[in-house]
């Protein structure tokens, strides 16, 4: 599965080239266009978020009615749980400072983002996004839906996984 990265920031949808964020427009707009060209999944990196404002959350809201989305956002736990709220699946840089056990009822909507020096069993997330993958990783996560980005360097790997995230043209 193809998966579409956007970056949110002041309600407006980016796509990353060359190190530098070029503007996409209304993401709601683009949501839509994703929607038709057959894509059931969007992950969004939210610019704001990560800077502790939730400037972005009526966005999320919206998005959820038209397309599944994946939202980083940071380790804001009351942000996390208003996106849980919506059915967004909340993407969580892995080890966690926080206690994702609370939210054991809602497993399937967690991801994490594992790097490469991850030791943990990822148990407490339903899907897994490996940053920089690894042969070992792919193995000891065998079973698990895997994530892995489109620039990942080893092919064989990619064709293991369950989704790729790719940046869209603008």
Known sequence: MRIPLIYLKDKQAFVKRGGMLRL????????RQFKKDGYILLHISDIDAAKGMETNFDVFDKLTYLINIEVECGEKEHFME?????KARVVVGLPSKLDLGKW??????LVGMIGKDYAGTAE??????????????????SGRR??????CKTKGIK???????FSPEP
């Open 124 to 141: 407490e997330v339903y899907d897994i996004i490996l940053k920089e993958p690894a042969a070992e990783q792919v193995a000891r996560f």
């Open 146 to 151: 895997l994530i892995l980005y489109d620039d």
């Open 82 to 86: 208003r996106l849980l709220a919506v």
């Open 104 to 109: 054991k009822g809602q497993k399937r909507l």
């Open 159 to 165: 064709k293991k996984a369950w989704g790729v995230i």
């Open 24 to 31: 996409l427009g209304n993401p709601l707009e683009i949501a």
